[in-house]
Each structure stands twice: as C-alpha cells, then as structure tokens.
C-alpha cells in the first residue's frame, strides 16, 4: 500500500493505523500528494490510501491504475463524479473511524466502491438536477441503446457487444449509429463523455 498525506500528523497517525491491519503492508508513504503517480509506478502498490486536505491535492490528470481510497470532506460531486471515474474507489470523510478506513481499503482492493452517505447524496442530487435543467436525450434513448451506451463505455467493440447481446455486427452498428445521432456525437469516445456528463451512465 502506498499512503500520502500533505499532514505529518495525519500521515503518522495513519502509518499506524495501517500497522494494526494484518493484511496490509505499508510500501512507501509519502508527504506531497503530487508525487502519487510517479511513486505508485515504482511501487507499483496494490492500493493508494491518499488523505486530501482539499480537492486539488489529488492529481486527476491521469486514470489511476490501481485502486484509491481517498480521505476528504466535503467533496464537490463534481470532483467526486471525476475521481470515481479515474479510478479512485472509495471517497470518505476524514474524520471516519479506524474500522470503516480498514473496511473501505478492503473492499477497494476487491474492486468495489465505497461512499459516504452525503457523497451518495450528493451525486443523486447532481444527477437529478442534470436531468430537470439540462436538455438530454434520456427519453429518446431506447433500453437497448442504453445497454450498447454502457458497453461502448467499457470499451467492448462491435463484435463483442454483439457477442454479449447476442445480436448481429449489423444490430450493433445501427444501434451505435442512432446513438450517435441522439447524443450529438462524432465518435464514440464523444458520446461516452456526453453519456457520462449527462448522468445517462456511471463507471
């Protein structure tokens, strides 16, 4: 695990708290959180336990390839919304108790998310405010195009949508092709953006 706190307090206490875990072995700690993914490439850490005094501490310049616990409070569900989508698993106030920390980085490192309740609240009420003053194609979008949506945003192509679906290439290529259509996209990679942005889907 590789752990990094701008605070040497918080940094210590979190050292130990890492100590008491019978699983977790500490690979590096570190002060500047800027440093996160150039130290996580020599590391090469199974988890990134990063604790943000504010938002800009965390780099989201770059997807992150191992899983991110990231200690904050009070995060924008903008910044929320972009971190879970680069990578980050779990988002969780600072001041949580040492069990529900050790929790969130075990189930990170299964791969699974986990949210503050207000975060949760937070990105439903961002959504649903998206849906009621933005213009999107949610209704025109049938249920089939939505499934293809979410796949084309896993990056599966043609063939192993069809596979999945179990529907022709020639299916799959007018389904994406109406896509395109109601999103007001070029590409693909564009309507996924436009997809995401709209809350039409979620990583």
Do not use: C
């Not at 596979?163 to 896509?179: E, N, Q, V, Y």
Request: glycine share 6%; charged share 25%.
């Amino acid at each position: 695990m590789l752990l990094a706190s701008s605070s040497a307090v918080r940094r210590a206490g979190l050292e130990a708290l890492l100590k008491t875990g019978p699983s977790l072995r500490l690979a590096g700690s570190l002060g500047s959180l800027q440093a996160i993914s150039e130290r996580a490439s020599e590391l090469r850490p199974d988890i990134i336990l990063a604790d943000l005094d504010q938002e800009s501490s965390l780099p989201l310049s770059a997807h992150f390839v191992v899983p991110v616990v990231a200690l904050i409070d009070d995060p924008d569900p903008g910044w929320a919304a972009q971190a879970l989508r680069l990578g980050v698993k779990a988002i969780l106030n600072r001041d949580l108790g040492h069990e529900e920390i050790l929790y969130a980085i075990k189930a990170a490192g299964s791969q699974l998310v986990v949210l503050n309740a207000d975060v949760t609240g937070k990105l439903a009420e961002r959504v649903r405010t998206r849906a009621q003053t933005e213009e999107t194609p949610l209704d025109q979008l049938t249920s089939r195009e939505l499934e293809v949506l979410g796949m084309l945003a896993e990056g599966l192509g043609n063939r192993q949508i069809a596979d999945r679906l179990g529907l022709s290439d020639h299916t799959i290529k007018f389904h994406i092709s109406s896509i395109l259509d109601k999103l007001d996209a070029s590409t693909r990679t564009e309507a996924v953006t436009t997809a995401l942005r709209l809350g039409l889907i979620l990583l």
